[in-house]
């Protein structure tokens, strides 16, 4: 237009920075005992001035999943970032087509890249990045917890104590790491303490074998276990399919499933009742709601997963589960208490069994910049053994 000086705003620079985060306790899954967090933390730097957020992490390092945080760091460093700078900040479906030609798979770096392209956007136009998905259905979610501290009793208090506290009602019980019998104790012991008052669900992380997995499912069902997630290898599709069609208590699929191709096939097979999405397994947050659209589409129900990112990446997923027409089971979008620490300003808020999204623009959160200097790895010094955070439950 004659007269007007149209400047395109773009990416000026990306960094990466690993933070190694205390917890408030280990967390026992079936192939990783997790006593720190690694998270990668992406600041992306647009030539408005604006900075936007995203996050990467993992779970035991390579021990879940094919990427971690300092794998993500390097794809972003090496690969996206001499890919994406320059290019427009706003239009961020060029942005993911583009990376998408110059790197295959890596759905977490560009889940973290996504959602700092987003954060920025939206704070731009000061606009929730739920906004700029087409806007919420929902406004809070419910969380539920994962009982994984290794010892049966402890479980069972720590249950209690968030009942008390109204932060949880529904657990969800890692098994896997033992033998099936001690497992299944272990699972009826709790549930037989919860009783009526709280929801159970059990998480296999891919343990069993089909056999393995008929006998206990069919104990777990018999004694009111609400939902089993991903029994078995997640490469066994027909196998889930199987089991799928035997039992009456739900299967989930986890490990299995990453974006809407893998959604389709899952479909397809009728291998699974639930979906758990996580946003860095479907490459960011529009992939995870073409992954749901397939669910939807299938008649197959949906869950909020989480890879227990912190605030950062617990919020990305927020934003686009609260975006969703159908959350059937809820979310696990607890990964920020799990920390000894944050490194936001404002804590996300926990309430009435719920995650509250905020409301500002972006994610809606503000770094703590103090935070960020004292757990970034390159800080070059090992003396900061003290978590300072506010998530002090449980011990
Ligand atoms: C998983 O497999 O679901 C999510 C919650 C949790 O405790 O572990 C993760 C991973
Ligand atoms: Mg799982």
């Not at 237009?1 to 985060?21: C, K, N, R, W």
């Not at 990112?309 to 934003?319: D, M, Q, R």
Request: glycine content about 8%; overall charge negative; proline content about 5%.
């Amino acid at each position: 237009m004659p007269g007007i000086a149209l400047t395109m705003i773009s990416i000026q620079s990306i960094e990466t920075i690993l933070l190694d985060l205390p917890m408030i306790r280990p967390h026992l899954l079936a192939m990783t005992v997790m006593q720190k967090r690694t998270l990668l933390l992406v600041r992306v730097m647009c030539s408005d001035a604006i900075e936007g957020l995203g996050e990467a992490t993992s779970i035991g390092g390579l021990a879940y999943g094919d990427e971690s945080p300092e794998g993500v760091k390097l794809c972003i460093d090496c690969f996206i970032t001499p890919a994406i700078r320059g290019i427009e900040a706003t239009n961020i479906n060029a942005a993911m087509e583009l990376i998408g030609r110059v790197v295959q798979g890596n759905p977490f770096a560009k889940a973290a890249i996504e959602t700092a392209l987003l954060d920025a956007h939206g704070k731009r136009r000061a606009v929730s990045v739920s906004e700029l998905l087409g806007g919420s259905v929902r406004s809070t979610l419910p969380v539920l917890w994962t009982l994984a501290s290794g010892d049966t009793q402890r479980d069972i208090d720590e249950a209690e104590q968030m009942l008390e506290l109204r932060r949880h009602r529904v657990f969800k019980l890692k098994v896997g790491r033992k033998s099936a019998k001690e497992d299944l104790a272990h699972v009826l012991s709790i549930k037989r303490a919860l009783g009526e008052r709280a929801g159970v669900t059990v998480d296999v992380n891919q343990q069993w074998d089909e056999a393995q997995a008929a006998r206990s499912i069919a104990t777990l069902e018999e004694a009111g276990i609400d939902l089993i997630e991903q029994p078995i290898a997640k490469h066994n599709r027909a196998g889930m399919a199987r089991l799928a069609a035997r039992f009456v208590v739900p299967l989930m699929a986890d490990e299995a499933l990453y974006g809407p191709e893998d959604a389709f096939d899952l479909a397809r097979q009728a291998a699974a009742d639930v979906f758990a999405l996580k946003v860095v397994k479907s490459g960011g947050l529009h992939a995870t709601r073409r992954t749901a659209a397939v669910a939807d589409a299938a008649g197959v129900s949906l869950y909020g997963g989480t890879m227990l990112e912190g605030s950062i990446g617990t919020l990305a997923a927020a934003h686009c589960y609260s975006t969703l027409p159908h959350l059937q089971w809820g979310s696990e979008l607890f990964g920020p208490l799990l920390l000894g620490d944050d490194i936001v300003v404002t804590p996300l808020r926990y309430q009435n069994f719920e995650l509250h999204l905020p409301s500002g623009p972006g994610l809606g959160i503000e770094l703590d910049e103090d935070k960020i200097r004292f757990y970034r790895r390159d800080r070059g010094d090992v003396s900061r053994s003290t978590p300072r955070g506010p998530h002090v439950v449980p011990r």
